[in-house]
């Protein structure tokens, strides 16, 4: 049942589509789409970004853990080394700096109106992402093969049951927000 | 490449319409769906429920840098003809084009535009409050700023294999090292970077 529907191509782009709607709308919502609110997350004044994919995280990882448990739902794991997750996730942060949007925020900024995500990240994004297509071979026989870490996760790293992980990540975040607010964030 | 124009015309549709009703007074009854802003707890459960289907109904977590990438294959194959972008690597073998991400991305948009519209904070803004009470009203810095941290926005995204969407959100909540070590770096490169912007 759930596999005819993964392999119905029209039906998948309708369904990406909407639930594309609701996520764009919670970002609206959540105010994360907004340099302010993206900068002052950067500068440690504003915890809004913090908490809306903390909360994300926490809910999405609950209904995860059961829907796999009931074999409704597989992992999709991104592979993964330090040689190029990392660098690649420092040129991506400094982009988060300097353009005040990630890819999905600026989507949903160019939706409430913001023309510098239009005329100034969109075309960047667009060219970054070329420039890394052209040049990929380089980087899969190079950087990529420094200390490799695959698709390994948290529980299988510390040789732990899944949901014993899960819930220290939940404890975790609690804890982080209840600090947050305490402390007037 | 036909569905792909048609979507961004509609597209561009969609954003010139609110601007018509950004100046609209909002209606008297005040009502959750006209508040502008709602609890980032809320929304982010919300977008936690959005993953769900995602997972579920898709087969797939949320995402959104690697439609860009999908994106600048197609400007190229319109530009520069097929054969060159279809044997690159990094393609599949269908080449690039609109898929499941792409259209999750095109909603995205759409989404904001009617949680905007529906709140009366649409409004067409080319330079941040916060960037012009600190650089000043001139246009090009802050464009170049923009595009600079977008081209590095995609190229890091691509070399890390995903955004604060695909890593941060679906690579987390599935407990993937190597999503989190990303999360990490994104911020780490976002915290340096906006103090040295904003001593």
New interface residues.
């Given amino acids: 049942m759930l596999q005819a529907i993964w392999n119905n191509r029209p039906l998948q782009l309708a369904l990406g589509f909407l639930m594309g709607i609701s996520f764009g709308f919670f970002l609206n919502r959540a105010g994360v789409d907004r340099y302010e609110v993206i900068l002052g997350q950067l500068l440690l004044t504003d915890f809004t970004v913090l908490k809306v994919m903390g909360s994300a995280v926490v809910v999405g990882m609950a209904g995860f853990i059961v829907m796999h448990r009931l074999g409704w739902v597989e992992y999709q794991k991104t592979h993964g080394s330090l040689g190029a997750t990392v660098p690649g996730g420092l040129l991506f942060g400094v982009g988060f700096g300097l353009l005040g949007y990630c890819p999905g925020t600026m989507a949903a900024a160019l939706g409430h109106g913001a023309l510098d995500a239009l005329v100034g990240g969109v075309p960047g994004i667009l060219l970054g992402s070329w420039l890394y297509v052209i040049s990929q071979p380089v980087w899969k026989r190079t950087v990529e093969h420094i200390l490799p870490f695959g698709d390994v996760t948290f529980d299988e790293l510390f040789g732990v049951a899944r949901w014993k992980a899960a819930l220290g990540c939940v404890v975790l975040f609690a804890a982080l927000f209840g600090a947050l607010e305490l402390a007037g964030y | 490449m036909a569905r792909a124009i048609i979507v961004t015309v509609l597209m561009v549709i969609g954003?010139a319409l609110?601007?018509a009703f950004?100046h609209a007074q909002p209606e008297a009854a005040a009502s959750v769906w006209s508040?502008?802003?709602?609890s980032?707890?809320?929304?982010?459960?919300?977008?936690?429920?959005?993953?769900?289907?995602?997972?579920?109904?898709?087969?797939?977590?949320?995402?959104?840098?690697g439609?860009?990438?999908q994106?600048?294959?197609m400007?190229?194959a319109a530009i520069r003809g097929r054969d060159r972008v279809w044997n690159?690597?990094?393609?599949s073998e269908t080449g690039p084009g609109?898929?499941?991400?792409?259209?999750?991305?095109?909603?995205?948009?759409?989404?904001?535009?009617?949680?905007?519209a529906m709140?009366g904070?649409?409004?067409?803004?080319?330079?941040?409050?916060?960037?012009e009470s600190a650089f000043g009203p001139s246009v090009l810095p802050?464009?170049?700023?923009?595009?600079?941290?977008?081209?590095?926005?995609?190229?890091?995204?691509?070399?890390?294999?995903?955004?604060?969407?695909?890593?941060?959100?679906?690579?987390?909540?599935?407990?993937?090292?190597?999503?989190?070590?990303?999360?990490?770096?994104?911020?780490?490169?976002?915290?340096?970077?906006?103090?040295?912007?904003?001593p």
């Fill in positions: 954003l609110p601007s950004a508040e502008a802003r709602w980032p707890y809320v929304c982010g459960a919300g977008i936690g429920v959005v993953c769900w289907l995602a997972f579920l109904f898709s087969h797939s977590g949320i995402g959104a840098s439609a860009f990438a994106t600048a294959g400007i190229e690159r690597k990094f393609y609109v898929d499941w991400l792409w259209m999750l991305v095109a909603g995205v948009v759409v989404g904001s535009v009617a949680s905007s709140s904070s649409f409004a067409w803004v080319l330079i941040p409050e916060m960037w802050r464009i170049a700023t923009a595009f600079a941290g977008g081209m590095l926005l995609g190229f890091g995204a691509r070399m890390a294999g995903g955004c604060t969407s695909g890593h941060g959100i679906s690579g987390a909540l599935q407990l993937v090292v190597s999503s989190w070590v990303a999360a990490a770096c994104f911020f780490i490169g976002g915290v340096v970077t906006a103090h040295l912007i904003y």
